[in-house]
């Protein structure tokens, strides 16, 4: 018998195939290969892309050569203008207003082909410093009410570019989903007074049948309510709503947790296209914080997803996540 | 410059990037094919391939399971959920769960091997609405059941799989799915403010305005919405007030299988034949229980959406349910208005 679960946050119900789970050699995904030619993100191509805001470089290095470790430019086809009023306004029963906000890319390192997993873990660490410093900045504009931090790895999960980048958005409202969550983990604080991303990381750290990974800081677990096959979820163990403010010992546990994640999914799905979000608490007083803690949701992309889920916003999960977790922690293939 | 638009139903923002548009006929689709198509047990001739058949047209009365049928109905041969058993409610530390009793039902549109809804004749296209009417209803006496999910993915991108022979799929839940509620829910607040539904209101404005329809037939729009989240998406609204699509008349039966074939049509004609998905949006099942609602006649208003698959949707919105539409719906409606159906 198959089942229906329902998220304990924002209430959607899935349906996980627990009766003919799909195994990872089940999936017919599509591999991701290096194309190669111009990038305009490696060392030498600096003019190619719009100034840089802000970069790690090494000691005498000028901003816009060679010589950085971590990159930070404008997006050269930005969704949203930095530019001008908001101008909300209505037209008859519509609402609209200007598309300000920012949209940059971060370069995590100057190696074309070199993917998280590929990297030192101290490279790593160097771009998640960066995430934070460039989201301090960003909390700044007090007309943004929202930063998120995406990766598109692999043309299949959407990105252009096949240089491995990060893509960080100021927003001036926030997200739908997010917004639901944020309520959903008001509303389970305001009844209990305790954090629902807590209560779960307690239930997990106990059952452990979810569990990837944990170090001292962080865990990585497959959530109960997968809306994918081998979704991941990566935690901080200690509460707290914004990850920009995450506290410099957590830099290094995110880093190799983040790092030995991804290595162990790539073990199982090699070349595997893959996104991952930043969910964070909205910024400049836009909604209640109190419940909410940050995490990272990181969906590998093995699936088509069809029209079903599109329309309904109800998922069918084909592997368990309990089974997609043991998986993962075994690095069976 | 680019613009931020809030869907008036659910609350979506999304972002409409005007900067880097491309023009209207440079979405034209390349998606590919797929892996080679399989044997198609969806022919006719192919009967006894499928599980044995719940519903079919067979106007000179041929025995079940065997030719002579315009359409039939059959369950999934790889059901998501099963047809037998209670549901049993249950709790796990904080998370709730249940058993996945439902029901899953392939609707075979034709018995020729037509991969896409938009080579059907209208006349066939009716035949397939009124089945979806009397499935719907059939599936509504089991009291388990709260909806019927009705879609259909057209084309290897959009979910099809490697058989390419027109169908749609039924699946009953014995929940509400998240969009639906959604949309009720927002539909309701709206009401209650405003005394009015708000899709007839929307209706009213795209009829006076005009920038984001596409057809205007009898009883039926079709419109590029608003608060598009991908390029070329089209909405199907009855322009009668309707809670409920099963309560569609016969006689305006034509008029929809009309206006979807054109619509299917323009997207096939002008935009080189893309994969796509459609989703119908109707009503609940209307118990009298705890936690009904009574206005849900008065203010929600059944549609259908369609989503041509066009642009890869990357993870965030996902994540987010935040979309990026590099499409005007104003541009994408002009440009279908334009491509000849016929």
């Not at chain 1, 707290?240 to 995450?246: A, E, I, P, V, Y």
């Not at chain 2, 094919?33 to 047990?41: D, L, S």
């Not at chain 2, 409610?89 to 991969?115: C, F, P, S, W």
Request: charged content about 25%; glycine content about 6%.
């Amino acid at each position: 018998m198959s089942e229906l679960r329902r998220d304990p946050i924002g209430g959607r119900w899935v349906i996980v195939d627990t009766d003919h789970p799909n195994k990872p050699e089940d999936f017919e995904y599509e591999p991701h290969s290096w194309r190669g030619g111009v990038c305009p993100f490696c060392y030498g191509n600096e003019s190619m892309t719009p100034p840089e805001i802000e970069a790690f470089r090494q000691p005498g290095t000028q901003p816009n050569t060679s010589g950085w470790r971590v990159r930070v430019v404008p997006n050269k086809y930005p969704a949203l203008q930095i530019e001008g009023d908001l101008d909300r306004r209505g037209l008859g029963i519509y609402d609209l207003s200007n598309g300000v906000g920012a949209h940059e890319v971060l370069i995590e390192s100057p190696y074309h082909q070199k993917d998280i997993p590929d990297l030192l873990n101290e490279e790593v660490e160097n771009f998640i410093s960066m995430y934070c410093r460039r989201a301090l900045d960003l909390v700044k504009d007090k007309r943004f009410k929202y930063i998120m931090v995406f990766k598109n790895f692999g043309a299949a999960a959407g990105a252009s570019l096949e240089h491995p980048h990060t893509q960080i958005v100021a927003l001036p409202m926030v997200p739908k989903n997010v917004m639901e969550e944020i309520k959903g983990a008001h509303n389970y604080f305001e009844y209990r007074e305790r954090c629902v991303f807590c209560d779960i990381i307690r239930q997990e750290t106990q059952e452990k049948e979810r569990i990837i990974l944990e170090n001292k800081h962080f865990v990585s677990f497959c959530p109960f309510v997968s809306r994918f096959p081998f979704e991941i979820w990566i935690i901080p163990k200690k509460h707290n709503g914004l990850f920009c403010h995450m506290p410099g010992e957590e830099i290094p546990a995110l880093a190799s947790i983040l790092k030995d994640t991804i290595t162990k999914l790539k073990k199982i799905f090699a070349n595997v296209s893959y996104n991952f979000i930043v969910h964070s608490s909205p910024i400049n007083g836009d909604g209640s914080t109190e419940g909410y803690h940050w995490h990272i949701e990181f969906m590998p992309k093995l699936m088509r997803v069809a029209g079903f889920e599109w329309g309904s916003g109800f998922y069918i999960v084909p592997t368990p996540p309990e089974l997609a977790a043991k998986y993962l922690r075994e690095g069976k293939t | 410059m680019p613009e931020l638009r809030k869907d008036p139903i659910i609350g979506r923002w999304v972002i409409i990037a005007t900067e880097r548009a491309k023009r209207p006929d440079q979405f034209s689709s390349q998606a590919p094919e797929g892996p080679a198509e399989k044997p198609c047990p969806f022919c006719k001739g192919a009967e006894l391939q499928t599980p044995p058949e719940i519903y079919a047209l067979r106007p000179n009365r041929t025995p079940p399971n065997t030719a002579g049928w315009e359409l039939r109905v059959v369950p999934s041969i790889a059901p998501f959920l099963r047809i037998e058993g209670d549901l049993e409610r249950r709790g796990k530390g904080l998370y709730d769960l249940m058993n996945g009793i439902g029901a899953h039902e392939i609707v075979i549109e034709t018995n020729q091997h037509i991969a896409n809804m938009a080579d059907l004749s209208e006349e066939q296209i009716s035949k397939v609405i009124t089945c979806y009417i009397d499935r719907i209803g059939d599936l509504e006496k089991d009291r388990r059941f709260k909806y019927v999910l009705v879609f259909k993915n057209y084309g290897w991108i959009a979910g099809a799989g490697r058989v390419r022979h027109s169908r749609s799929q039924l699946i009953a839940t014995p929940v509400n799915p998240k969009r639906v509620k959604e949309e009720l829910v927002g539909a309701r607040f709206y009401h209650d403010y405003h005394e009015r539904c708000v899709f007839c209101d929307l209706i009213k404005q795209e009829l006076e305005s005009k920038d984001r329809v596409i057809l205007d037939i009898d009883g039926f729009i079709a419109i590029a919405p608003f608060a598009s989240r991908f390029p070329f998406e089209v909405w199907i609204l009855p322009k009668k007030h309707s809670s409920d699509f099963t309560s569609l008349q016969p006689s305006l039966r034509p008029d929809l299988g009309c206006i979807l074939k054109k619509v299917l049509m323009k997207l096939k004609k002008g935009l080189n034949d893309p994969p796509y998905n459609y989703v119908l949006h109707t009503a609940p099942f209307r118990r009298e229980k705890v936690g009904y609602w009574k206005s849900i006649d008065y203010d929600y208003h059944w549609h259908i959406e369609i989503m041509p698959r066009l642009t890869r949707v990357a993870g965030f919105e996902w994540g987010t349910g935040f979309y990026i539409c590099p499409l005007p719906p104003e541009d994408a409606a002009k440009f279908l208005r334009e491509v000849n159906e016929a």
